[in-house]
């Protein structure tokens, strides 16, 4: 009887939210329809039930913390600081000011794992300088946008917080796993502009020889200090104290909001202003994070009590679908879904759908995580829709058109799909550190 509701439901909210309808309103409205015409008003009792044990969930509660950190370093003024040593670091090197972004980049994202003001940031700073060098706007535009994505997968990442939530494993197992995925990825688009400035050394010229000397003078060492020490110290503070068994991600997440705190004090950043600025921002995030969630726990009661699930695992059965062709399908809808909707939707609606049949499958879900997470992070990147490309769009020069935008990130989309596929040929690079560290 109710075999044709789930997919309908499925397929309902699904044309909404493409339609431009709000996602949590959407999610959480047309399920509780569903939900009230089949169940009738007892419907209502499950679903406070569901909601109540959703909010129950302590790891939920780095949610707020980690994207109050990311917000709070934005403010501090501490990564205009690290991108400008780091330019003038590299500065004799071809390509040396693409590799400082990517750097940069890295270690933004290891502290704040917030994606849009990353890209934004460095948008603001890198982009305007690195025309002026002299460097092609495709390079420049692609390195920026690849760079400042870097959060969806090196951790802190909040992506890797709402999966580990939905998954239902532990986020300081995914935190682990991402690391070397993370900044492997950091080192291969080292790696392509390393290469790219030595073929083409006219579109990634080094600075200017009296500018790095000038820098390389008197006081180096205490600016390179001044520039790296306090963002590695919030690093070591969040990532160290998880991986140290010292601290659960819940608790390293309050270390981190008040570790950005102090910094941006320490920097004379810290006023009443910024610190209402912050508070809105993170309520405002953290909000539309918890009502996407409601709705999509409203989604999953309805499509899981029709048999949603049991119905899913039963057309794989009964299509003899492999399960590798089967986490290739969810990938690829994935990948389309992250053109139009944004990823916390995406990880809400489209994987509890799917996960019954991966836990029928025994598929690791720390590496499932990971794959999903480089997967998200190459379609916010991707044209035409990518989010990061209209991040760095709206803060580009004039000269920079879309164009530019869309053939600069193809060599890096096309490194990411590399990775990926990496991963899953040798699933060691995301499990080997996670035992390493539980001793297995």
């Given at each position: 009887?109710?075999?044709?509701?789930?997919?309908?439901?499925?397929i309902?909210?699904?044309?909404l939210?493409?339609l431009?309808?709000?996602?949590?309103?959407?999610?959480g409205?047309i399920s509780m329809?569903?939900?009230?015409a089949i169940?009738g008003?007892?419907?209502?009792?499950l679903?406070?039930?569901?909601i109540?044990?959703?909010m129950?969930?302590?790891?939920?509660?780095?949610?707020?913390l980690?994207?109050?950190m990311g917000?709070?370093l934005e403010?501090?003024g501490?990564?205009?600081?690290l991108?400008e040593?780091?330019?003038l670091?590299?500065?004799?090197?071809?390509g040396?000011?693409?590799?400082?972004?990517?750097?940069?980049?890295?270690?933004?994202a290891?502290?704040?794992?917030v994606v849009?003001?990353t890209v934004?940031?460095?948008?603001?700073?890198?982009l305007p300088t690195?025309?002026?060098?002299?460097?092609?706007?495709?390079?420049?535009?692609g390195?920026?946008?690849?760079?400042?994505?870097?959060?969806?997968?090196?951790?802190?990442?909040v992506?890797?917080?709402l999966l580990?939530?939905?998954?239902?494993?532990?986020?300081g197992?995914?935190?682990?796993?991402?690391?070397?995925p993370?900044?492997?990825?950091v080192?291969i688009?080292?790696l392509?502009?390393?290469?790219f400035a030595?073929?083409y050394?006219?579109?990634?010229?080094p600075?200017p020889?009296?500018?790095?000397d000038?820098?390389?003078?008197?006081?180096f060492?205490?600016?390179v200090?001044?520039?790296?020490?306090?963002p590695?110290?919030l690093i070591?503070?969040?990532?160290?104290?998880?991986?140290?068994?010292?601290?659960?991600?819940?608790?390293?997440?309050?270390v981190g909001?008040?570790?950005?705190?102090?910094?941006?004090?320490?920097?004379?950043k810290?006023?009443y202003?910024?610190?209402?600025?912050?508070?809105?921002?993170?309520?405002h995030?953290?909000t539309?994070?918890?009502?996407?969630l409601?709705g999509?726990?409203?989604?999953?009661?309805?499509?899981r009590?029709?048999?949603?699930?049991?119905?899913?695992?039963?057309?794989?059965?009964?299509s003899?679908?492999?399960?590798?062709?089967?986490?290739?399908?969810v990938?690829?809808?994935?990948?389309?879904?992250?053109?139009?909707?944004d990823?916390?939707?995406?990880?809400f609606?489209?994987?509890?759908?799917?996960?019954?049949t991966f836990?029928k499958m025994?598929i690791d879900?720390?590496?499932?995580?990971?794959?999903?997470?480089?997967n998200l992070?190459?379609?916010?990147?991707?044209?035409?829709f990518?989010?990061a490309?209209?991040?760095?769009?709206?803060?580009?020069?004039?000269?920079?058109?879309?164009r530019?935008?869309y053939?600069?990130?193809?060599?890096?989309?096309a490194?990411?799909?590399i990775l990926?596929?990496?991963?899953?040929?040798f699933p060691?690079?995301?499990?080997?550190l996670p035992?390493?560290l539980?001793?297995?």
């Open positions: 009887m109710y075999e044709a509701i789930p997919l309908i439901l499925f309902v909210v699904f044309a939210i493409l431009g309808y709000p996602v949590a309103f959407t999610l409205g329809l569903f939900g009230l169940f008003v007892d419907f209502f009792y679903l406070a039930l569901r109540f044990g959703v129950n969930n302590y790891v939920l509660i780095s949610v707020p980690f994207v109050y917000i709070m403010k501090s501490i990564a205009e600081r991108l040593t780091m330019a670091l590299f500065g004799r090197v071809k040396g000011l693409a590799i400082s972004v990517v750097v940069v980049g890295g270690l933004l290891a502290s704040t794992g849009g003001a934004i940031t460095m948008g603001l700073i890198s690195m025309l002026k060098r002299g460097y092609s706007i495709e390079l420049a535009s390195t920026i946008a690849a760079s400042g994505t870097l959060g969806q997968i090196i951790p802190p990442s992506v890797l917080v580990g939530s939905v998954l239902s494993v532990s986020v197992d995914l935190f682990s796993a991402a690391f070397i993370g900044f492997g990825l080192l688009y080292l392509y502009i390393w290469i030595h073929l050394p006219q579109s990634a010229p600075m020889k009296a500018e790095v000038a820098f390389m003078g008197k006081g060492w205490r600016r200090f001044q520039a790296f020490f306090l590695l110290l070591m503070a969040v990532l160290g104290t998880i991986f140290a068994g010292i601290a659960s991600p819940t608790e390293a997440a309050a909001a008040l570790g950005a705190t102090l910094l941006t004090l320490l920097q004379k810290l006023s202003a910024a610190l209402q600025d912050v508070m809105r921002s993170t309520t995030i953290t539309m994070v918890f009502t996407i409601i999509a726990t409203a989604f999953s009661l309805v499509f009590a029709t048999g949603g699930d049991d119905y899913i695992v039963h057309l794989i059965e009964k003899n679908l492999h399960p590798y062709a089967f986490l290739a399908l990938m690829l809808v994935m990948f389309i879904a992250g053109f139009f909707i990823f916390i939707e995406i990880i609606i489209i994987v509890p759908v799917v996960l019954p836990l025994k879900l720390v590496w499932l995580g990971i794959l999903m997470a480089v992070q190459t379609s916010f990147l991707t044209p035409p990518g989010f490309l209209f991040y760095l769009k709206g803060v580009a020069p004039p000269e920079v058109k879309t530019h935008l053939r600069g990130v193809l060599p890096f989309i490194m990411q799909i990926l596929i990496l991963i899953i040929i060691q690079i995301v499990t080997w035992n390493f539980k001793g297995k």
